[in-house]
């Protein structure tokens, strides 16, 4: 495995060499194309903007044509830019690769990590483990970015992410997944609510509640739809789009309808808060967190560190699915 993917790599180099383009200027465009606009790019690469400029201009010029259309704003590539920008991720992604090999052969830990988290995991999990683990490891470099499962997906089969934190849906199927733990889902109430004084909420309950849901495309929301099968969230819908489980939260707590929260951000409330959370009668909603990789991942070295630090982060409780729940 290492050899082809050396002898690839080396093919790429030996076409990079022939006009003298090097892989930071591949990284530069592509950067451009990513954040469309120079200055934010130059940032995202931690170089000075004129540096980033020059260098993209110079690589322009060994090619004879423009990568980018400057009078565009946002900055756009050209039709010819494209299909270079398209080839510099292949590059990127072989080399990268290339990196992976070398680190994993070494049982090394340093180099970049690309991990993607779900953005209704992320803000309960991460803080658990993450500052704990750059501290015993301050040689790792671990990037995290927010992003949906199909984005999550897209990236990690275009190479741009290492691996992936998410909760398991349909179409995982050709991905490598490991589960991390379980969390079950809560109804947070409010006060004045009537179903505020309810020891449990039977998925009866919620029919013509005002509920604050996430946008489609949210597993997390789509998850307790479908299972729950809420057909009556249009009226929160229309009236808070692009929400965030913490602002739904600050909603509720202000005195109007119902939202769900994650187990795990049961953890972070003050008593005042515990007042709202409702568990779900049984058997209780549940989501499979997993850590999601690629067929040819090659990184198993840090990755095995990685999924033991989340693990051991969490509640003993959570690392099993119990009779009570039911995976959504």
Not at 64 to 72: A, N
Not at 102 to 117: D, I, M, P, R, Y
Not at 206 to 217: P, Y
Request: charged letters at 25%.
């Amino acid at each position: 495995m290492f050899s082809h993917a050396r002898t690839i790599f080396f093919g790429y180099l030996y076409a990079v060499k022939t006009i003298k383009m090097t892989l930071q200027q591949l990284e530069y465009i592509i950067a451009v194309d990513q954040w469309k606009h120079f200055a934010k790019a130059a940032d995202y690469c931690e170089v000075t903007q004129p540096t980033l400029s020059a260098m993209i201009q110079k690589l322009e010029d060994e090619l004879g044509i423009k990568v980018f259309d400057r009078s565009r704003q946002p900055i756009e590539p050209t039709q010819a830019g494209r299909e270079i920008i398209a080839q510099a991720k292949r590059v990127m992604a072989e080399a990268r690769r290339l990196r992976a090999l070398a680190e994993e052969e070494k049982q090394s830990v340093t180099g970049v990590f690309n991990l993607g988290v779900l953005p209704t995991i992320a803000p309960y999990l991460m803080p658990r483990f993450f500052p704990q683990l750059m501290r015993q490891h301050p040689e790792m470099d671990i990037r995290v970015v927010e992003m949906k499962t199909a984005d999550m997906k897209r990236a990690l089969q275009r190479g741009e992410l290492d691996a992936a934190i998410l909760a398991r849906v349909d179409g995982l199927e050709k991905m490598t997944c490991e589960t991390l733990f379980y969390e079950q889902f809560f109804a947070y109430v409010a006060k004045g609510d009537a179903l505020f004084n309810n020891t449990s909420i039977r998925t009866a309950d919620l029919s013509g509640e005002f509920l604050w849901l996430l946008d489609e495309g949210h597993c997390f929301s789509d998850q307790l739809v479908k299972y729950c099968q809420l057909k009556a969230a249009r009226h929160s819908k229309r009236s808070y789009r692009l929400g965030s489980i913490e602002t739904f939260m600050r909603i509720v707590e202000g005195g109007k309808g119902v939202t769900f929260i994650p187990e795990l951000a049961t953890y972070q409330l003050v008593e005042s808060q515990k007042a709202l959370v409702k568990p779900f009668a049984l058997p209780v909603p549940t989501r499979e967190i997993v850590m999601m990789t690629t067929s040819g991942f090659i990184r198993k070295h840090l990755l095995a560190i990685l999924v033991d630090a989340i693990r051991r982060s969490v509640p003993p409780s959570m690392l099993t699915l119990r009779t009570t729940q039911q995976t959504v």
